[in-house]
């Protein structure tokens, strides 16, 4: 497989909004200075930033990506947890701009969540 990057990727989002942080900071460190040298005003360039994103991550309960990965591309990516609750793996979903809903809410970030939520009840995971 891949090793998506953190900041651009609804998978590395995912990840590193439900990963233990030491897992993820010196990664996400490395990509928030690449973003600074870079000018780039798609995605954080601060920890600050980054924290911020991630947070709403957490609060949605699943990542979103707009063309920063990939121009014209919208992704999505729920996580699933096992009984003890740690993320095992994560489900993704990716499709063009022009005929993809975008929205928070919409019926594909919606039934997203759903299917990982039920993996995880399945492994066990009871929401706290």
């Known amino acids: 497989g891949d090793v998506m990057p953190l900041l651009t990727s609804a998978t590395g989002r995912c990840f590193a909004a439900f990963l233990p942080a030491t897992r993820v900071n010196p990664r996400l460190k490395l990509e928030l200075s690449s973003a600074q040298k870079m000018g780039r005003t798609d995605v954080p360039t601060t920890l600050q930033g980054a924290r911020a994103m991630l947070d709403e991550v957490r609060a949605q309960g699943l990542s979103r990506v707009v063309d920063t990965l ?16 740690h993320l095992v793996v994560a489900l993704v979903t990716l499709g063009p701009a022009s005929s993809m809903d975008a929205r928070w809410e919409g019926p594909v970030a919606t039934q997203l969540k759903e299917a990982a939520q039920q993996l995880s009840d399945e492994l066990g995971y009871r929401t706290p």
């Not at 919208?74 to 003890?84: E, N, Q, R, S, T």
């Open 70 to 85: 990939l121009p014209g591309v919208i992704g999505f990516c729920a996580p699933v947890f096992d009984a003890d609750g």
